[in-house]
Nanobody, 123 residues
Framework: QVQLVESGGGLVQAGGSLRLSCAAS????????VGWFRQAPGQEREFVAA????????YYVDFVKGRFTISRDNAKNTVYLQMNSLKPEDTAVYYC????????????????WGQGTQVTVSS
């Protein structure tokens, strides 16, 4: 089992920044790819970004490229999502998830999920 806890969400104005954290415990976290997903009200949960266990291979969905950065600190068992230039359409609950597979861009490939953290971007 891998337990994941997100933090860092909140309310921010358009153009602002937030850094989300995903703290992991349980199995050796460094063996898992970690992905960030988001879900807006009435919408499907969608992929945002993912990072391999080594941290040397990241992938972003087009609508966040250049604005969001995923990084990880295996020594701290923590993955981060730095979000800059936030837009109102980025408003959603953000989830981190862990997968033993790579590539892993589909939510069905992820075995462990956090509880989510709300990000609200005001216009």
């Amino acid at each position: 089992q891998v337990q994941l806890v997100e933090s860092g969400g909140g309310l921010v104005q358009a153009g602002g920044s937030l850094r989300l954290s995903c703290a992991a415990s349980g199995r050796t976290f460094r063996n898992y790819a970690v992905g960030w997903f988001r879900q807006a009200p009435g919408q499907e949960r969608e992929f945002v970004a993912a990072d391999t266990w080594s941290g040397d291979n990241t992938y972003y969905v087009d609508f966040v490229k250049g604005r969001f950065t995923i990084s990880r600190d295996n020594a701290k068992n923590t993955v981060y999502l730095q979000m800059n230039s936030l837009k109102p359409e980025d408003t959603a609950v953000y989830y981190c998830a862990a997968s033993p597979r790579w590539p892993a861009f589909d939510k069905r490939q992820y075995d462990f999920w956090g509880q989510g953290t709300q990000v609200t971007v005001s216009s």
